[in-house]
C-alpha cells in the first residue's frame, strides 16, 4: 500500500569447466541442442519439477505498448538531461517506451512538465497524463462538481495544448482510494463524466485508474457504452493486488503506477528481483503496459545520483527488447520450479525473458514453433552484472541453457 501522498528452485545442474568465464563470449559450454536434451532429461535428479518452456509464435496474444515509469517536476524536481537519456534510450539506458506525468491545478505549473515530455517523445515514448485533482474551485470538497464538469474539460484541454500533447489522459487518479488526498469518484461518476466530456479533454481517454486494479469498478465504468466508446484503454494500479486477468473486457488493459517497496534501495537485489517477477506476472495477465511509479527515486530505476539501478536494469529486460508493437506469443509461463518465462515477437524477430528465482543455476530448455530461429543475442543481469551479453546458435529450434542463480535474461533472435 502506498504509505503517504509523495511515496507509494530446483534446477539440473549443467555444469562445465568453463561455466565462469566471462558472459561476454560466446556461451557454447551451457547450449544444448535438441539432439542432447534426451540425455540432460535422464540426468534430472526429479524431471517433473523440469519442463521444456514451449514457444509458439502462431499464438499471438496482447499487444506490448510499453513499459515507463512518471516524473512529477512540481513535486520532487524535473529530470535531468542525464536522467532523461538514461531513462528512454535503448542503447545507453533503459529504453522506456511510456512517461506518465501530473495534470496540476494550476495552469502556472503546465510548463514545468514540457521538457521532458519533449525529450520521451523524441525518443518514441507515449506520454501519459493523469490528474490528482480538478482546480479547487471546481470541487466540493473531494469531489468534482457536476456543475463544474465542462470546466474541468477545459482545464485537462489546456494542459495538453500547453504540452504539446499527449497519448492519452486519465482525469481521475484512483478514484477508489478513499485514504487519500485526492479527488473521489464512483465509477459511474467517471464514466458518466467521459460520455458527456471525453471528447472535450484534449486527448484520448485512459480510465477508470483503481487502486488495486479493482475489477468491479473497471467493470462497472466499462457498463457505460458511451463512455467505453471514449475509452482508448482500461489503465488501473496494482498495490495490494497480484496481477490478474480481467476477461474479455473489449479493452487494452495498462499497469500505469506500482512500486514494490519505498523503503528498499533499488540497489537491492532481491527487490528488483521482485520487480522482476512482477513485470512478468502483468505480461502473463495479459496487460500491455507496465509504468513504475517515480523515474528518479532511490528506491526506482534511476537513484539520486543519476545511476541506473537494479530495477532500472530488470526493467531494462522487458523496455529495451520488447518495444511497442511488438505482440506477446504463448510461452510456458512457469516451466520449471523458480523460473519464469514470457515470449514475444516483431516479424520474424523472438524475444524471450527468462526469470531464475532459485538460488542455483537452473537449465532450462526451450522449443519454439511457428518461426525459424538460428541463434540468439544473451543479455543476463544478477546481483553482480547488468546486462551482460554473449551470442549462441541453435538448431531445430531447440536449446537449452543455464539461467545464472538469482537471475534475469533476454534472449533476442538474430
Known sequence: MKTTFFLRHLAMPFLSLSLMMSSCTRHLEDITPDSKKATNAENATDVSIMSTATIDANTVQQTIQGFGGMSVPIWIGDLTADQRTKAFSTSSGIGMSILRVMVPTSSSQFAAEKTTIDV??????????????????????????????????????????AVGGVYALSPWNEPNYMASGWMHASAAEIANFVAAQGDNCGAPIMCPEPFNMDQTFINTYLSNATAKSKTLFVSGHIYGKTPYNLGNIGKSVWMTEHY??????????????????????????????????????????????????????VMAHFARYVRPGYTKIACSANPTTGVYTTAYKSGSKIVIVAINTN??????PFTISGTTVNSFNRYATTSSSNLESSSFSISNNAFGINLPASSITTLVSN
Not at 493523469?130 to 471546481?138: G, I, K, Q, V
Not at 512478468?280 to 496487460?287: R, S, V
Not at 538460488?359 to 532450462?364: R, S, V
Open 120 to 161: 520521451a517523445k523524441s525518443y518514441g515514448a507515449k506520454v501519459i497524463a493523469t490528474a490528482w485533482n480538478a482546480p479547487s474551485a471546481m470541487m466540493d470538497g473531494l469531489y468534482l462538481r457536476g456543475s463544474a464538469w465542462g470546466d474541468y474539460a477545459a482545464h485537462l484541454r489546456a494542459y495538453t495544448q
Open 260 to 313: 514494490t517497496n519505498s523503503s528498499i534501495s533499488g540497489n537491492d537485489w532481491p527487490n528488483a528481483m521482485n520487480a522482476a517477477k512482477e513485470i512478468h506476472d502483468c505480461m502473463t495477465a495479459g496487460w500491455a503496459a507496465y509504468v513504475w511509479w517515480y523515474i528518479r527515486r532511490f528506491y526506482g530505476p534511476i537513484d539520486e545520483n543519476s545511476s541506473i539501478t537494479k530495477v532500472g536494469y
Open 359 to 364: 538460488t542455483a543455476i537452473t537449465y532450462q
